[in-house]
């Protein structure tokens, strides 16, 4: 007899993890046909490579085939401008271009057809699910609308799962401010930087955000959520429950968080995904951190294969007490393999600084890793941090502050570090994507 599913779950995020493997499995098979006769990159790819989708017997066997980079993306651009060689489909059918922030290329695009919008709507609407959100639900969402992947699709989302979206940006601090008051906004969805900088701008002007109506909050973009004492922070600023949400321009979304709050389901019927070694790019187990790759089980308009996402993760396949079945990225995404920070041989991630920043304290919110010629040896390789943060209660010792963080620092981290305490409101606020390393010579 079928399994009743509760009717807030998709019935997808309740299959066995059999029945979830021969889906996986099937649509695989459906794309790697596809892309061998449609795509400008792959087909030439898997002919030269000797490939034929015959031999995909087994979701394992995908690993024969190599991953594909930012890299590989950039340069099929160059070749076939303006749209490059990954997109599958006739120009006629693509409904939406969005390009990335061109942080370290050139702005790429990707691509969506009106069936992959709706898909995409539909995923983001079954996380928004997952945390309660519905039609009594007024939605302000803080994410950027210019160029930024995130705003419409949260919009879309939310749209589905029936509530009101103010589609605010994340732009005119005041206007934010007196909308969320007037109108009794109920959820809030941006990155956790501005998300937390809005807090501090709503106790400036005497208000309490705690005091507001909203009680759900989701943060994506950059770590956040997934971070223990930046969820704290952010709840006990809004008197509000903070969900983690995970997604990047080529896969929209990939994972969200639970009512559970015990880690970032993956949408395992959207993605295949693997955990690799980052050096090796072999298969690691479950619960040991690698680079997320993932390939594209439906996706039209420029679907991926082996896509090296760069980021580091820990999958969990156990259910979830929700009742979904699909794994979960425990910790949210732990770093990315390029932003890893290597001191005397202990590797050192960002999101494991901000942990310890943001449970000391008398500390705010912001912080900054400074990387110059004082954290190098003569030979250039890190030998300490050099890290900025602000001091929150006025009353307390900024030299004591400095020293009982690098203490925490060196317990936890296993490396020194010099601590700057600053001011109040000295580091620069992002209303987007904060960037917490910065190189000064």
């Given amino acids: 007899m079928p399994v009743a599913v509760p009717a807030h779950l998709d019935p997808a995020e309740s299959w066995d993890r059999a029945t979830l493997e021969a889906f996986q499995l099937t649509q695989l098979r459906k794309q790697m046909s596809r892309l061998s006769q449609d795509s400008d990159y792959y087909a030439p790819l898997l002919r030269r490579l000797g490939w034929d989708v015959s031999e995909l017997r087994s979701l394992a066997d995908l690993a024969r085939l190599p991953f594909t980079y930012k890299n590989n993306y950039v340069a ?70 210019t160029w930024f992947v995130g705003g419409l699709g949260a919009t879309a989302g939310y749209q589905r799962t029936g509530a009101m979206v103010i589609p605010a940006g994340s732009q005119d601090t005041e206007r934010q401010i007196h909308t969320l008051f007037t109108y009794g906004t109920t959820v809030l969805c941006g990155t956790p930087s501005f998300i937390t900088h809005l807090a501090e701008e709503v106790r400036k002007r005497g208000l309490d955000p705690a005091a507001s109506s909203v009680r759900t909050i989701m943060v994506g973009g950059e770590p956040g959520a997934s971070i223990p004492a930046t969820r704290a922070r952010i709840e006990a600023l809004w008197g509000a429950r903070c969900y983690d949400a995970y997604g990047c321009l080529e896969f929209q979304p990939i994972a969200g968080e639970c009512s559970a709050q015990d880690g970032l389901h993956l949408a395992e019927d959207f993605a295949y995904a693997e955990v690799v070694n980052a050096d090796t790019g072999i298969a690691v187990k479950d619960g040991t951190p690698g680079v997320l790759v993932l390939t594209h089980l439906d996706k039209q308009a420029g679907p991926l294969v082996r896509w090296w996402t760069g980021d580091i993760v ?47 304290p008398g500390l ?36 004591q502050l400095a020293t009982q963080l690098a203490q925490e620092i060196k317990k936890v981290l296993s490396v020194t570090a010099k601590i700057d305490v600053l001011p109040l409101g000295t580091l620069t606020r992002f209303t987007h994507k904060a960037k917490r390393v910065v190189t000064e010579e």
């Fill in 364 to 399: 705010g919110d912001e912080y900054q890793l400074v990387l110059d010629r004082s954290v190098r040896d003569a030979a250039g390789f890190m030998k300490s941090l050099h890290l900025r943060v602000e001091q929150i209660d006025t009353a307390a010792d900024a030299q």
């Fill in 314 to 360: 820990v999958r969990d396949q156990t259910p979830c007490h929700c009742g979904r079945t699909h794994a979960r990225l425990k910790g949210g995404v732990r770093g990315r393999a390029d932003d890893m920070l290597v001191i005397r041989g202990v590797n050192v991630f960002p999101s494991a600084v901000e942990e310890l920043v943001r449970r000391t």
């Fill in 76 to 145: 099929s651009l160059a070749a076939q401008p303006p749209l490059g060689g990954f997109m599958a489909v006739p120009r006629s059918e693509v409904q939406r271009i969005h390009f990335s922030s061109g942080t370290t290329t050139i702005p790429t695009p990707q691509f969506w057809t009106g069936t992959d919008l709706e898909r995409w709507a539909q995923l983001y609407a079954r996380h928004a699910h997952s945390q309660g959100i519905g039609a009594d639900d007024i939605v302000q969402c803080l994410f950027s609308y």
